[in-house]
């Protein structure tokens, strides 16, 4: 299969530890998206990488946490000194941009973190 | 700033019913709009998208019409299968800004036969 994917799937950690989660988007795929998801909510824009350049990141995004992607390929996104209000899906989603708008992002199948 | 907002779940129907789930967004400009689906225990997948007023996206027997008019994006289906039982989220993509997705809080969708 050569879609998204993301590892661990799921994720259990005590408040104020680090954890780190990574993407594999589609190979060729130029963009690379990361969003946060809590039960009952639709998914919220976190940041997006064209290539390795991050190019914009959500006010979400607390100084907790960075994102990288080093050489355009995988990502990964750290959180800092964890908190229970950090509970929630992590979703990772690539997409291949041509200059077009509209173009289709194909969405990982998550990592869920619980912060005890 | 861009929103979507989505009639709130869950909805019930049986097996060969009319399925409407109502959409309505708030955007600068004239954005995308998708309609994306999650079946149980998977990940999003794209269910059909407009990229333009008037343009009617279909797929799987769903369709949409981006109306800009109403601000609208409704998903109707004319039979619902047992099979689509899942949730539901409408989306927007502005023109601009990486063209990252704006969600709404998504509705589910049981379907009994």
């Known amino acids: 299969d050569t879609g998204v994917s993301q590892d661990p799937r799921h994720k259990i950690t005590k408040r104020g530890q680090n954890v780190t989660f990574r993407c594999d988007p589609i190979s060729e795929h130029n963009r690379l998206y990361w969003y946060r998801q809590t039960l009952g909510q639709g998914p919220e824009f976190l940041t997006y990488f064209q290539n390795e350049a991050q190019l914009e990141k959500s006010r979400l995004l607390s100084d907790r946490f960075s994102a990288e992607r080093p050489k355009g390929s995988f990502s990964t996104l750290e959180i800092q000194r964890t908190e229970q209000g950090d509970s929630a899906m992590y979703l990772c989603?690539?997409?291949?941009?041509?200059?077009?708008?509209?173009?289709?992002?194909?969405f990982g199948p998550g990592t869920r973190l619980t912060v005890l | 700033g861009n929103s979507v907002t989505q009639m709130e779940g869950p909805v019930t129907l049986s097996e060969e019913a009319f399925l409407t789930i109502n959409c309505t967004y708030t955007?600068?400009?004239?954005?995308?709009l998708f309609w994306y689906v999650q079946y149980p225990g998977e990940g999003l997948q794209l269910l059909l998208k407009a990229t333009k007023a008037d343009d009617k996206g279909s797929n799987k027997g769903f369709e949409a019409t981006y109306r800009k008019e109403t601000t609208s994006f409704h998903l109707e289906k004319g039979s619902v299968q047992v099979s689509d039982s899942a949730v539901y989220f409408c989306a927007l993509s502005p023109k601009s800004g990486g063209n990252k997705l704006v969600f709404g809080a998504g509705t589910i969708l049981r379907v009994k036969s």
């Open positions: 989603a690539s997409s291949f941009l041509a200059g077009g708008v509209g173009d289709e992002q194909f």
């Open positions: 955007a600068t400009g004239y954005p995308s």
